[in-house]
Structure formats: structure tokens, C-alpha cells
């Protein structure tokens, strides 16, 4: 069976050790993904990390497909969102986490992230795979 995820910002920051082949057979990012590290990029001061996240920006663009956040994943943000505030979590400094987390529902994806601490409460909606290396 093949196993697809969505990998989390941090992932594209720092690629596991083993690549991600040892992680699945087929990966996407999210457009939130693409933002975050967008962002990163463009406000770095030092020229030589400015590159080189630039860089990982163009690699997961270039190599992976970037999920849209549409209308149907913003439902599904706004599910999540609500079942953390049911858990007593904020959820407002989570938001990006929570739109990543909610484009992987929608596409049926799970969901690869150095942070598994960042997704508790929503085991029953999202399988998270926590990468430690």
C-alpha cells in the first residue's frame, strides 16, 4: 500500500536524516507550507541563509505538489480549530499549524511534522507521524 503524507514546515526546513523516501512513497506540502517558508525567505538578514532557504523554497515547489487552501479546507480549519478550544487550547497561535493540519484532512493525507506536541487533541480527525531525527 502506499503511504502518502503532507510534511509540515519544519520538515522542508530541515529534511529528515534518511530523505524523505524514508518517510513515504508520495508527499505534497501545503500552500501554507509555501507562505511560511516565502516568508522565511524574504526576511532573513543574513544573505547566506536568505539563499539557502530560498533554495528549499524552489526544491519543494519544484519537486512536490503544493495542496491549495480552499473553501472546503477552510471548513475543515474551522473543525479543528473548534476541537481545540473544546480541549481548553488556544487555538489563534496555532492558526498556520492548524490550516496545514486541515489541508492533510482534506486530501486524505497524513501528516509529517518534528512537532507532533503542536496537533495533540486532534488524534480523532488527523494522523500525525512524528519525525525525530
Known amino acids: 500500500m502506499t503511504r502518502r503524507i503532507l510534511l509540515d514546515t519544519n520538515l522542508i526546513i530541515a529534511p529528515p536524516s534518511g530523505g524523505f523516501a524514508s518517510l513515504a512513497d508520495e508527499m505534497a506540502i501545503s500552500a501554507i507550507t509555501?507562505?511560511?517558508?516565502?516568508?522565511?525567505?524574504?526576511?532573513?538578514?543574513?544573505?547566506?541563509?536568505?539563499?539557502?532557504?530560498?533554495?528549499?523554497?524552489?526544491?519543494?515547489?519544484?519537486?512536490?505538489q503544493v495542496l491549495p487552501f480552499g473553501r472546503d479546507t477552510a471548513r475543515g480549519y474551522g473543525l479543528l480549530a473548534a476541537i481545540?478550544?473544546?480541549?481548553?487550547?488556544?487555538?489563534?497561535?496555532?492558526?498556520?499549524?492548524?490550516?496545514?493540519?486541515?489541508?492533510?484532512?482534506?486530501?486524505?493525507?497524513?501528516?509529517?511534522?518534528?512537532?507532533p506536541d503542536d496537533f495533540v487533541h486532534l488524534e480523532r480527525a488527523l494522523t500525525v507521524i512524528p519525525v525525530k531525527d
Open 34 to 64: 509555501v507562505a511560511e517558508l516565502e516568508y522565511g525567505a524574504m526576511t532573513e538578514s543574513d544573505p547566506l541563509e536568505a539563499h539557502q532557504r530560498a533554495q528549499r523554497l524552489r526544491a519543494a515547489v519544484g519537486t512536490m
Open 84 to 115: 481545540l478550544h473544546a480541549a481548553g487550547r488556544n487555538p489563534r497561535p496555532r492558526r498556520l499549524d492548524l490550516q496545514i493540519a486541515a489541508t492533510a484532512v482534506q486530501h486524505g493525507l497524513d501528516l509529517a511534522t518534528r512537532n
